[in-house]
């Protein structure tokens, strides 16, 4: 019988190691070894995902995660808009705290030196590497995306993005605009290639150096789609043919609605195909048919992303990493496609403030891979069969991304900052939204998969344990 069999059999003596020997289970490792961590986090996307029921969006790789995570119904930012909801989530603090609701300061200047979620993972001895959008860029992270506190390395932002805002869109006309809908042929575009593109393949360059790392690492991914402009490889589209694509069920400016609840999305009306419609400020609205392109389109920059995060994914698998890499989903807030009479985020209604979050655990969401098994195989959405894969286990209890600090430091077995005191402006360390760690308790699985773990170790249930060690 192996080492780590003798310290469950004497589970009632040897609490310590049994909480070093369940780690070992996992990693596969007669040595502890701490997890690392893939974040993910996308930019404007709401739950328009197969896996959240949308029965419209092709996203199977997004769903193939989901369908080996915990995946969270009711996750809610913490205010609809890029740089505060970001500062928010990756200090753990609320708005109130960074002093941040628009784009223009910085928190360790402004409201107080907080620490961030790389920062902490980096000072417990992870290498923190960042690419493409996690920070918002600008004054809200220094212009440095908070370097050199959060990364162990520069930040990598792809070359293309500075492309974003340009003339790239090619018209009905034959010219090149700068377009809210941007279908492009990528052969065509200045570099020959997209920002999220380039941001997959820097991740996996990272990757590949991580694997015979010593040390644990923690990448965050950050994709600039389904942003606006919905600029996107233009196949894509041929997944959702207009007719196919359906209003907002709610498309009317609710009566009586005070003007400071509605944004007159001034983003979407500078853009030059939005400008030709000649649409009245601040309702519009917005004529029938280009609504339908707008959910085309964005619905179509959902499936881009999906293949990117595919890639990524895929190539974890296949560098023998995920078995020992936490993945977590997110989005920085939603998006309004119509509903209210709003194409923007800035609200506060739930289409905006709703988001994704997944996380992937392994050996506690899903069962640790045997040699050679892949559990992210990259899925084509052309293929004309996919599968729709239903979410591994759910949570429909009302979440908010503060939880993202406490949550990924408790399932790396980090310290988990404590909570903080009212105010705390001048607390560098402490932690405003509470864990969800306790959620990654699966008694309905199957007994023989699972087994109780103790408390306070780094895994509450591991998979095969039990037939491995008993
Ligand atoms: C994952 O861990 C298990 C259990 O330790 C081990 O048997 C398996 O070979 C590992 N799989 C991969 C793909 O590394
Ligand atoms: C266990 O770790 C040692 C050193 O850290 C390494 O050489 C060995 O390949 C690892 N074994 C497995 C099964 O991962
Ligand atoms: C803010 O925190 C960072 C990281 O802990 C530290 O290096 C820096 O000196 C602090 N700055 C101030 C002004 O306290
Ligand atoms: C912000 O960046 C500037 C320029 O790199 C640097 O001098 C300054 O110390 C940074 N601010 C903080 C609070 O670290
Ligand atoms: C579009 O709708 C038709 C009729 O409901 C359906 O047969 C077809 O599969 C749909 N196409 C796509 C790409 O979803
Ligand atoms: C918008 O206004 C311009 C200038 O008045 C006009 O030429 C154009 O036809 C109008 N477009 C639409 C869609 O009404």
Not at 29 to 35: D, M
Not at 45 to 55: A, E, H, I, N, V
Request: with cysteine; charged share 20%.
């Amino acid at each position: 019988m192996p080492p780590a069999g003798w310290c469950l059999l004497w589970l009632g003596l040897l609490l310590a190691s049994v909480c070093t020997s369940l780690e070992s289970a996992a990693s596969g490792n007669s040595t502890t070894a701490p997890l690392n961590v893939l974040l993910i986090i996308v930019d404007d996307l709401r739950p328009s995902l197969g896996c959240y029921g949308d029965k419209l969006v092709r996203s199977p790789n997004i769903d193939q995660l989901a369908s080996h995570s915990l995946l969270f119904q009711n996750a809610f930012a913490q205010q609809a808009v890029c740089a505060p909801s970001r500062v928010s989530f990756l200090t753990g603090r609320r708005p109130d705290t960074t002093r941040l609701y628009d784009f223009n300061s910085y928190w360790r200047v402004h409201a107080g030196n907080f620490s961030t979620i790389p920062q902490h993972f980096k000072e417990n001895g992870y290498v923190t590497m960042s690419v493409g959008k996690v920070f918002h860029p600008g004054i809200s992270s220094n212009y440095s995306d908070d370097s050199p506190f959060s990364w162990s390395v520069p930040p990598y932002h792809p070359s293309s993005e500075k492309y974003e805002n340009t003339k790239t869109c090619r018209g009905p006309d034959g010219k090149l605009h700068a377009n809210l809908l941007c279908p492009v042929d990528v052969a065509d575009v200045p570099e020959g290639t997209l920002p999220d593109k380039q941001s997959t393949e820097q991740a996996i360059r990272l990757l590949e150096k991580m694997k015979t790392s010593a040390r644990p690492f923690f990448l965050a991914v950050g994709y600039h789609k389904p942003h606006i402009p919905f600029r996107y490889p233009k196949e894509f589209q041929k997944l959702y043919p207009l007719e196919n694509i359906t209003l907002a069920p709610d498309p009317q400016v609710p009566a009586g609605l005070p003007p400071v609840a509605y944004n007159p999305w001034m983003d979407i009306r500078q853009r030059e195909d939005v400008q030709a419609l000649n649409l009245s400020v601040p309702y519009g609205p917005i004529p029938a048919d280009f609504q339908r392109k707008i959910r085309q389109s964005y619905f179509a920059s959902v499936s881009y992303l999906d293949t990117q995060v595919g890639h990524l994914l895929s190539a974890l698998d296949d560098l023998q990493l995920a078995n020992s890499t936490i993945i977590a989903f997110v989005s920085d807030h939603g998006w309004a496609l119509g509903e209210h009479g709003e194409w923007a985020k800035y609200s506060n209604f739930d289409v905006a403030t709703r988001v994704p979050l997944m996380f992937y655990v392994p050996g506690r969401t899903a069962p640790l891979l045997e040699a050679g098994e892949k559990l992210f195989p990259y899925i084509d959405p052309f293929d004309s069969i996919v599968e729709l894969m239903e979410p591994g286990q759910q949570v429909t209890d009302l979440v908010e991304l503060l939880s993202l600090f406490p949550t990924l430091a408790g399932l790396a077995g980090l310290h988990v900052p404590p909570r903080c005191p009212v105010p705390s402006f001048r607390v560098a360390q402490c932690r405003e939204g509470q864990s969800l760690v306790k959620y990654f308790r699966f008694q309905d699985l199957d007994e023989d998969q699972y087994l109780p773990g103790m408390v306070g170790c780094r895994y509450t249930f591991i998979q095969e344990a039990g037939n491995n060690l008993l």
